[in-house]
């Protein structure tokens, strides 16, 4: 039984940064994608980042290019999103999700593609 834990949110001024930590367990997979997804109130589920553990690529959607990061500790089990530069376009829930597999040709970035989600963490920006 796969289970994400999101933890880091809070409330900051605009320019202000903020972590969000996902610690991951219950699998065994070596191949995988592990993403943020962010709902803002009245909006769908969209993609924040990608990270695929076989090779380490990464994706980094254009709203938060430049400000936001993502990484993993694979020791710790554990991934990160590095948030600076915080504008209250980014106030939202942020959730971690994880689907296992193959991906040769890079994370999906549909929610729909996710089977594996943790309970959110709320950012709020104002």
């Known amino acids: 039984h796969v289970q994400l834990v999101e933890s880091g949110g809070g409330s900051v001024e605009p320019g202000g940064s903020l972590r969000l930590s996902c610690v991951a367990s219950?699998?065994?997979?070596?191949?995988?994608?592990m993403a943020w997804f962010r709902q803002g109130s009245g909006k769908g589920r969209e993609v924040v980042a990608t990270?695929?553990?076989?090779?380490?690529?990464?994706y980094i959607d254009d709203s938060v290019e430049g400000r936001f990061t993502i990484s993993e500790d694979n020791d710790k089990n554990t991934l990160y999103l590095q948030m600076n530069s915080l504008e209250p376009e980014d106030t939202a829930m942020y959730y971690c999700?994880?689907?296992?597999?193959?991906?040769?040709?890079?994370?999906?970035?549909?929610?729909?593609?996710?089977?594996?989600w943790g309970q959110g963490t709320q950012v709020t920006v104002s």
């Open positions: 219950g699998y065994t997979y070596n191949s995988y994608c």
């Open positions: 990270i695929y553990t076989a090779d380490g690529s990464l």
């Open positions: 999700a994880a689907t296992f597999g193959y991906f040769p040709s890079g994370c999906p970035r549909g929610s729909e593609s996710y089977y594996n």
